[in-house]
């Protein structure tokens, strides 16, 4: 029952819709008051030999209008009350996905994308379900119970009333105990379907891989054995919800039982008619969906409860990112001056960039190269403010970063990760997908800078082509061009390339970079590149390493400092070289 003190939020809301529901609940368990005392009186007069065609006629419009007026009641009180419950649906669900785009790095670290799914769609469900079915049944089997004892005691007779549903009071502490074991099962249940989604999420999507090293059959055993968890999980919660209907049966036959024997015998002394024994009976058995109610009433709620908790301990994580109150919504371009003492990933002792200093001026570029693991992307990830636990500041303009509104200052940044992510829409509304009412002149002169051009016109249905899941009917390099043109359409402040350009030649590399540099002559551009001939005609290059900067200049320059980027930079235009020829060769 604590989940609707719980959902009070959202009852206090919705009040009105509520109270006209049970209003109509009421008025039906009136109704339904109706026909048993009239079966009793047609009863009576028969037994009696008083029975008239009038009489019966009677009795019969009564019952007419009774079911109709029942049909319209009940109409409504599912109009208010269930209606009510998608209400509640559609809000968790926008508060829930709204939280999801707010969150960090770190959140979706800690949690997996088939737990966030399984929050999104059954635990919601879930909840609904406490707002609609539990609703009705709650306040259903509360009003229909309470109105056929009272018609039962004031009708007919009150000692027999109180002997009938005396039995009852062992429901009543049956799902005391039952209760809190059902709680605990249901999250277990909760938690193992959690699993499930996880692992078919990361199967499917991973389904290539799986195939590739051969380790189908290896992953169909491993699914079972969550399966196998579920099903122990789901079964433990069905033992204990079936132990309430079996019970409810018990305890009405316990009920019938004294009915009859105490019922025939106040018959035989004349206490009540034979009509009162039956219009008895017959409230006896109105008694009986109320009572089996209470069963699938405790199953609703605790798995309810269940999922809200798990609801409300995902609203309650918080994210990192610092949102000041008075945020500045106006990003300026200006220099971008990083100063990064020290920064250390959430839950990792390593440090992951120490003393990183730098100058960007705007309408200038920097190539950040180095080892791998050297900490390239660390440092585009705190300019992404992915992270804002840092020791230093980093700022634009004159402002610190953690200053500006998050949304308006990702506003101004052109980015394209290492791992692009493609929309299972069309190649044009991929690219404008920062900007969906960009022009289709706008939309192609991006893709001629990112030289995807020639290759949509090559396909059947040019930019209207459909790109699959995550872009599966495109290759890398055209994955890689296409998440380019999408970045440079809204010809942003500050553009960052984070090694997306591996997956291309360098010959068309070396076109694409030429074309963003004469298209952003005002624009600021940051390039992380493994391949070192991608940063080459950059203003300023950093060579990161071990997480700080062990070398920083021009290409000559640092061509000229014989250390890490001369030695790689001659051997990887060796490589080049040895390409070009073997290339000629063929
Ligand atoms: N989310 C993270 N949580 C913890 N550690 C991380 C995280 N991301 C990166 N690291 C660690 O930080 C260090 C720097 O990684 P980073 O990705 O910045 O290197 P990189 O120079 O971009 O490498 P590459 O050239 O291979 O892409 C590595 O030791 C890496 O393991």
Known sequence: MGIFSRLQWFFKRQWRQYLIGVIALILVAICNVIPPKIIGNVV???????????????????????????????FLWQKMIYGSSYVLERDLRSRLFRHFMKMDSTFYKKWRTGDLMAHATNDIDAVRDVAGPGILTFADSLITGTSMILAMGMFINWNLTI???????????????????????????????????????????????????????????????????????????????????????????????????????????????IGQLVSFITYMAELMWPMYAVGSLFNLLERGSASYDRISDLLAEKSSLVQPKNAITTVPSGTLKFDIDSFRYPDDKKIALRDVHFDLQAGK???????????????????????????????????????????????????????????????????????????????????????????????????????????????????????????????????????????????????????????????????????????????????????????????QELLHQSGWYADTFNLQAKNAELEGRLSHEK
């Open 163 to 273: 002997l009938a549903v005396l039995p009852l009071i062992l429901l009543a502490v049956m799902a005391d105990i039952l209760g809190g074991k059902i709680h605990v099962a249901f999250k277990k249940s909760q938690a193992a379907f959690s699993s499930i989604n996880n692992k078919t999420q990361e199967s499917v999507v991973g389904i290539k891989v799986l195939k590739a090293l051969g380790q189908e059959q290896a992953d169909e055993q491993d699914f079972d054995k969550y399966v196998q968890k579920n099903i122990r999980a789901n079964k433990r919660s069905y033992r204990l919800d079936a132990m309430f209907d079996p019970l409810t049966t018990l305890i009405m036959g316990i009920s019938y039982t004294l009915t009859i024997i105490f019922g025939g015998l106040a018959v035989l002394n004349g206490r009540i008619t």
């Open 365 to 555: 570029s920097l190539g950040i190269v180095g080892p791998t693991g050297g900490g390239k992307s660390t440092i585009i990830n705190l300019l992404m403010r992915d992270f804002d636990h840092y020791q230093g500041v980093i700022k634009v303009g004159k402002n610190d970063i953690r200053d500006y509104d998050l949304d308006s200052y990702l506003d101004k940044i052109g980015y394209v990760p290492q791992t692009n992510f493609l929309f299972s829409t069309n190649v044009r509304d991929n690219i404008r997908f920062a900007d969906i009412e960009a022009s289709s002149e706008a939309v192609l002169s991006a893709s001629k800078i990112a030289d995807l051009d020639g290759d949509v016109k090559q396909m059947v249905d040019g930019y209207d082509t459909q790109v699959g899941e995550l872009g599966v009917s495109l290759s890398g390099g055209q994955k890689q061009r296409l998440a380019i043109a999408r970045a440079v359409l809204s010809n942003p402040k500050l553009l960052i390339l984070d090694d997306s350009l591996s997956a291309v030649d360098s010959k068309t590399e070396r076109h694409i970079e030429q074309r963003i540099a004469k298209n952003r002559q005002q624009g600021t551009t940051i390039i992380a590149a493994s391949r070192l001939s991608s940063v080459e005609n950059a203003d300023q290059i950093i060579v990161v390493s071990k997480g700080t900067i062990v070398e920083q200049g021009t290409h």
């Open 44 to 74: 009576d007069a028969v037994s009696t030999n008083s029975m008239t065609s009038h009489y019966l006629i009677i009795n019969m419009i009564v019952l007419f209008f009774v079911a109709i007026l029942q049909y319209l009641l009940r």
